[in-house]
């Protein structure tokens, strides 16, 4: 299994600010490599498959708040960018992840709940 980098996710969150807006810069360098830990984690220590590493990377990153602005739009890309790395992909649309994704950062959508549902959207 591949992993992204803090290096690679740090381009990805300054690609998709210049893109869509909001202020750059990271808040908290710590949560940003522990919730990038949690995935890597889960896959050596769980044997987790695909799905459940992408919904930790979405879950995880998330929460984390680490970076000033963006974090939902980052943590969408990444589980994105992770399945893809991988030679997998999400069926769901924007719409759905605009949802899902703010269900996740109120606090609505458990951890359990994101693993559920990546399992329906990974193909």
């Known amino acids: 299994m591949l992993f992204p980098t803090v290096q690679e ?3 990805i969150q300054r690609r998709l600010i210049e893109e869509f807006g909001g202020i ?3 808040r908290d360098g710590g949560a ?10 889960r896959a050596y220590y769980e044997q987790a498959d ?14 984390a708040h680490a970076f000033l602005d963006g974090n939902k739009r980052l943590a969408a890309a990444v589980a994105e ?3 893809e790395m991988n030679g997998a992909s999400l069926t ?4 759905q992840l605009v949802d899902f994704f703010l269900g996740i950062a109120s606090g ?7 693993e559920r549902q990546f399992s329906e959207w990974v193909i």
């Open 81 to 83: 960018i992770f399945l």
């Open 32 to 41: 940003l490599e522990s919730a990038l830990c949690a995935a890597e984690q």
């Open 9 to 11: 996710v740090l381009a």
């Open 108 to 114: 609505t959508t458990p951890r359990e709940a994101v």
């Open 24 to 26: 750059h810069g990271i």
């Open 50 to 63: 695909l799905s459940v590493c992408a919904s930790t990377y979405a879950y995880h990153l998330t929460k």
């Open 92 to 95: 769901a649309t924007n719409d």
